[in-house]
């Protein structure tokens, strides 16, 4: 380890120490007794002073259409956000997304942003999802009237005390303040028992509503929908196992439920089924797991704590699969689809997997193979199948198969997990980072650095832009995009503006990609085929995808499916179906200019040639555009000499493909009884 990370784990130390010493973390059972009392008591309610009602969209489609949106953004109250020096509120981040501009580190004196960050294109949908854990201990650190303002904790977090370390450390340990204590609160901010923090979430909460009942559009206009929302934040072991719960509207629960009061997901999704699903109150949500790369095999493990028998088990699967709709397979900590030479994985190579990786395709490390592991947040530990959505999703074919329910039955989606509260900020030309301590080119050009304590591993250089998410919807409503969300018909993109379809059936029309209506009896994307007609011979698909228009041109469409062998090896397969080869297209790092062939619209019919009616199978479509530049080679070519080390760092890819993902269709071979 090099000195000065010893030194600056030394520093951590002492700040920890001290505040074990003054603030011992609240008793578990005391706050276990409080997490039964107040998240439990009351179901979901519509807070008060809330529209009730909305004008009816002039613009509505049976046939859907396109909308782009963000569901995973932080703002001031979530404390990473606020110790890198974010200072936009959820109002104001709802204001960027719909086209405003918002202010952003380095801060002046006043503690103001000084970068002004204005949306060029606005969304059309968002959720600001700040994290439960520490809502009320840093909104309780930032009030004066407080008692626990004067604590060390809460002065280490606002940065009233600056240990000696560099500037590009300062924000981890203010971060560190709460982080050291683990599953549990601080004493002398939340009280013995944890009920100050926990009543002063809900005070944090509520600003958190309002914001986006003030900036849903009620109008005829319909041009943008906010949604309410916050993000669950796990960590197991240094293994993330976060989620994003989304609501349907604005009856929500009085409090959002933490990690630390429910510190194991199934506990998540119970709460969410008393409290809101099955409240009788309106109240409907969705939860988003996020990050699996991250997640050192934990997320898509096939395993049901607390379920012993299979009926319990297959209980459990429904609550996840009843909950859990959509999985989140990009953002700015990585590509989340696949990975190569994973235990347990055949079929063909498919070099796509190599996209976005924060741990180099070419690292050499340990396999999980059929456990878990730890340290996935640190870039360290073993690599899982499990840690892939892909190999999720074809898990998902044994589940079913075992239980009669699939609880990897997921769409697909991607989002930002912007800390800038700048949801839609994933211009690769002009990424301005993703958090406040990247304020200038140089410190996204950072290579790598521990989060002292040993919570997890940042790394600048390997972040990236992060995706949009995609639904196709009615019209720009809470009621048009949840149901699409909820029926799984999303898509997400790397953050171009890529268009896709996928539609899949018995039958569909060889001339079907001519125009008119669409196929009789298709399934969409997010469904489930219907049973095999007698005489019926593979299912069939339309494909198609249209350019961004102000992105680059498109490649190739591709056909991803997944199926589960005899030996239970999960075994994928990749057609390329409509567009060209690699390598006709070309683009130059030295200036970013592109040449060659490409598509502004693909579109295809296409009918698979290994099916095995005895086999389930899932599909999705996979749209590729030509490669362009990293974000990282356009801010080198701006930068004048001598450049940041990252600018020559083979290990770092120059050049990308920006792509989009549909969600899934499923094939079952018979009915599950």
């Not at 299979?310 to 990009?330: F, G, S, W």
């Not at 953050?495 to 125009?515: E, F, N, S, T």
């Amino acid at each position: 380890m090099k000195r000065g990370m010893l030194f600056l784990l030394a520093i951590a130390a002492v700040v920890m120490a001290y505040q074990w010493a003054t603030s011992e973390p609240v008793d578990p059972e005391q706050r276990r007794q409080t997490m039964r009392d107040r998240y439990y008591s009351e179901p979901a309610i519509r807070p008060s002073g809330v529209a009730l009602g909305r004008e009816p969209c002039r613009e509505h489609n049976v046939d859907k259409r396109p909308l782009f949106g963000d569901l995973h953004v932080h703002t001031a109250h979530s404390t990473d956000a606020y110790a890198f020096d974010t200072r936009v509120t959820p109002a104001e981040a709802y204001r960027y997304a719909r086209g405003g501009a918002v202010l952003l580190p380095p801060l002046n004196a006043s503690g103001q942003g000084t970068r002004l960050l204005r949306n060029e294109r606005p969304l059309d949908f968002m959720a600001v999802t700040d994290h439960a854990e520490y809502m009320g201990e840093g909104s309780l650190c930032l009030d004066p009237e407080q008692e626990a303002y004067g604590t060390l904790v809460c002065r280490v977090y606002r940065g009233d005390i600056t240990p000696p370390v560099s500037e590009v450390m300062q924000p981890l340990i203010r971060m560190l303040a709460f982080i050291i204590y683990g599953k549990e609160r601080p004493s002398s901010v939340c009280n013995d028992d944890g009920s100050a923090c926990i009543e002063r979430s809900e005070t944090v909460w509520r600003d958190i509503q309002q914001a986006a009942e003030m900036t849903y559009d009620r109008s005829s206009d319909c041009r943008f929908t906010s949604l309410v929302g916050y993000e669950y934040s796990l960590a197991e072991k240094s293994s993330n196992l976060h989620r994003n719960v989304i609501f349907a509207n604005a009856t929500v629960p009085p409090l959002p439920l933490s990690a630390k009061e429910a510190p194991e997901p199934h506990l998540l999704w119970q709460w969410l089924a008393e409290t809101c699903l099955d409240s009788d109150t309106g109240c409907d949500a969705l939860a988003i797991p996020h990050n699996s790369n991250w997640s050192s095999g934990r997320m898509f493990f096939p395993e049901y704590p607390g379920a012993s028998s299979p009926q319990q088990q297959r209980e459990a699967a429904a609550l996840r699969q009843r909950i859990e709709r959509l999985v989140e397979v990009m953002q700015v900590k990585g590509d989340s689809e696949c990975r190569r030479g994973l235990y347990g994985v055949v079929g063909a190579v498919d070099e796509q997997c190599d996209f976005e990786k924060l741990r180099d395709p070419r690292e050499p490390v340990e396999d999980c193979r059929d456990g878990v592991g730890e340290g996935g947040m640190m870039l360290k530990g073993c690599l899982s199948r499990f840690n892939y959505t892909r190999y999720g999703l074809i898990q998902g074919l044994a589940e079913r198969a075992k239980l009669g329910v699939n609880p990897f039955e997921y769409g697909l989606l991607a989002s930002s997990d912007s800390h800038n509260a700048t949801g839609g900020d994933v211009d690769e030309m002009q990424y301005d980072g993703a958090h406040g301590m990247d304020s200038d080119a140089e410190k996204r050009l950072i290579k790598e650095y521990d989060v002292p304590g040993g919570i997890a591993t940042g790394s600048p250089l390997r972040y990236n832009p992060g995706g949009l998410a995609g639904v196709w919807a009615e019209e720009n409503s809470r009621e048009a995009i949840f149901a699409a969300l909820k029926r799984r018909e999303t898509f997400g993109t790397s953050g171009p503006r890529i268009v896709p379809r996928l539609l899949a059936g018995w039958d569909i029309p060889q001339g079907v990609c001519a125009g008119g209506d669409e196929p009789a009896n298709s399934v969409a994307m997010g469904g489930v085929l219907g049973a095999r007609p007698a005489g019926a011979g593979s299912p069939q698909f339309m494909v198609s995808a249209q350019r961004d228009a102000q992105g680059n041109l498109l490649q190739r469409l591709q056909i991803v499916k997944g199926v589960v062998r005899d030996d239970g090896q999960l075994e994928e397969q990749v057609y390329d179906v409509a567009g060209h080869s690699a390598g006709k297209a070309t683009v130059d790092p030295r200036s970013c200019a592109v040449s060659g062939p490409g598509s502004a619209s693909l579109c295809a019919r296409w009918q698979d040639p290994d099916f095995d009616p005895e086999r389930a199978a899932v599909y999705y479509l996979r749209v590729l555009e030509n490669h362009s530049c990293r974000w990282s080679v356009w801010q080198c070519l701006e930068l004048t000499e001598p450049k940041p080390a990252a600018c020559s760092d083979p290990d770092i890819p120059a050049v990308i493909q920006e792509r989009a993902w549909t969600s899934p269709v499923w094939y079952y071979p018979a009915p599950v009884l």
